[in-house]
């Protein structure tokens, strides 16, 4: 668990009208109403245009200074230090395996197959390992005492690289070994490279038994250190002139490796690297998405983020898996159509 000190305390974010930016105002209001009203679990709501912050409401108990887990939306954020891990050569391809980078957790293995597990099927939740997100899995696996031996000695329901099957363990998996690839925890390599630059100085990442950061949820930010998150991959690594990420890997990472059936309300759903995407009203999009409602959604396009936490205490059964992808969409309702009304 990391916990920093505030004594250099993060510069504050630019504001702005939304008139400034090209917003209308009266759209952004109609969006907040519409999350107080019909969402009431949702307790943030953050739409940064053009580098400054224009619009921002809390709701229920939350506030801008307060951390806030973001379950799965973690994910994006271990992509972003894939990418800082290959720019720095401590990961030398997507395509290395498990096998080589993690030989010592194989010795009891039988399954050889297990072995061609690479970063690049981590990264797309295609291990091919069994794997019930919604079920048993992850509750078995945080109440074991070793996540990723407990991952993976389950058994290989699909060939590496042939099946798409959303899995926090997967993302274990892969924290596991950068760890062993960067010889620092998440946690630790985040501060160095992206935190630190970024000027995050609160937050709390979490660990598993063995010390392995988790990869995949638990880590907390305020809604404005979040926002910087999502700036950075909508700025395609850039921050304040330095290059932090390769702007290729962004791009990449933020294009649909996997291609997932489209339900109705749905179509065009999709995973890159640790980060969904979709279209939002015809402009290609990339979210991150945790469990409740925890959002960062950029709009390249139209230089547009959306920023949203919600309540975990207060979780309405809409919100308590990726089926919030296609339930739920407040940004091309109301927050595209604010860009568009006054282009």
């Keep these: 668990m990391s916990d920093p000190s505030a004594d250099n305390p993060p510069a504050p974010w630019p504001e702005a009208a939304p008139t400034d930016v090209d917003l209308d105002a009266d759209l952004l209001e109609a969006a907040y109403r519409y999350l107080h009203d019909h969402v009431p679990h949702m307790d943030s709501l953050l739409v940064i245009r053009h580098g400054a912050l224009v619009f921002e409401r809390y709701m229920r108990n939350m506030a801008a200074d307060r951390l806030h887990n973001l379950k799965s939306a973690t994910k994006s954020v271990t992509s972003l230090l894939v990418g800082v891990a290959l720019a720095t050569g401590d990961l030398a391809s997507l395509d290395e395996p498990l ?51 407990y991952v993976l000695e389950q058994p290989l329901a699909y060939p590496p ?3 798409f099957n959303y899995s926090t363990g997967d993302s274990q998996l892969l924290a596991a070994a950068l760890q062993k690839l960067t010889g620092m925890s998440l946690s630790e390599y985040a501060a160095l490279y992206l935190f630190g630059p970024l000027g995050i100085s609160r ?71 640790l980060w969904w995407v979709r279209p939002q009203a015809g402009y290609d999009s990339a979210l991150a998405v945790g469990y409740g409602g925890q959002f960062t959604i950029v709009v390249p396009a139209l230089d547009l983020l959306v920023v949203m936490t919600g309540d975990l205490s207060d979780v309405p059964p809409g919100f308590r898996n990726n089926q919030m992808l296609c339930q739920f969409n407040l940004v091309e309702d109301f927050i595209v159509p604010a860009a568009l009304a006054r282009a």
Excluded: N
Excluded at 103 to 115: C, I, N, Q, S, T
Excluded at 227 to 249: D, F, H, N, S, V
């Design 161 to 163: 690289g042939t099946h």
């Design 99 to 149: 096998g080589y980078i993690l030989p010592e957790l194989f010795a009891g293995v039988d399954d050889r197959a297990k072995r061609e597990i690479t970063i690049r099927h981590l990264l797309t939740m295609c291990s091919g390992l069994a794997w019930d997100e919604y079920g048993a899995s992850a509750i078995a696996m945080t109440a074991s005492p070793d996540w990723v031996r």
């Design 203 to 273: 937050y709390i990442w979490p660990a598993d038994p063995q010390g392995v950061t988790i990869g995949g949820a638990e880590l907390a930010l305020t809604p404005r250190d979040l926002a910087r998150i999502g700036r950075l991959a909508l700025q395609r690594g850039m921050w304040q002139g330095e290059a932090l990420l390769p702007a290729t890997w962004i791009a990449d990472s933020q294009r649909a490796h996997v291609l997932l059936p489209s339900d109705e309300g749905c179509a065009g759903l999709g995973y890159g690297y």
